[in-house]
């Protein structure tokens, strides 16, 4: 089994070739690595023991961390991207941290969202958010929200998500939630251009159940990005607290006040 698991996207070649580089330096410590690209289709091997190592952008670690929560290892971020609002770990610092996660077992605990659907048993994963969004350019959806069955609004609009506290800082802010520590238990309920109704998001604890059902017209479901499928008018989605967080590895600081000023001078350069 190895004990590091890079992973990347096939047209990332700065990233591949990072990996080999990398994985060579810790061969000669005793390090056995592999690399997967994740939009091939195979199947990765690994698990507990591993240490996933995330090389891209915001994108691709999202996609590293479903892999490692799905057997419960851990994820390093590292940023070869332009923002990176997710990201703690510069390449040019890449060595260091990785032997250091190899060697210890810091983590940070991340929320994570369990969506269930109405009309089927399996569930999905997210660590950003989940979307119920408009399936076509033109149209808007309607989505009556529950909080623990207590009915709350109904929302006209291009969308309707739950963002956690790790994706506060993405789709969320964008459309107008709140940023949130990555570290509380939390889950945000933000409409995303709601036309003619309360455009405030609504903050409610990780032990409640949102329930998002789908009214007059189809909808399409995303989660962190990756369309799962339509929805038809009468179903819902539940989302939840996942009952296994993301364990992301913090080998070095990465404050939110620092993220949003490096983040936001970015993002208006």
Known sequence: MSELLFTAFSNRSDAIKLAHDVGERLASDGFVSSLHLLDSSETPKLDASTLVVSLGGDGTFLRAARLAHAVGARVVAVNLGQLGFLLNVPSTEIVENVKGALESNFVSERLALEISFSDANDS?????????????AGHMVKVKTFVDNEEYLTYTADGVMVATPTGSTGYNFSAGGP??????SLMILTPVAPHFTIDRSIVVPESKVIRLVVLDRPAVLVADGRSIGPLEPDQFIEVRQNP???HVVATRSFDLATRLRRGLREGHA
């Open 244 to 246: 296994s967080p993301v």
């Open 124 to 136: 999905e994963f997210a660590l950003n958010e989940v979307v119920v969004e408009r399936d076509s």
């Open 179 to 184: 940023v949130v520590e990555a570290s509380l």
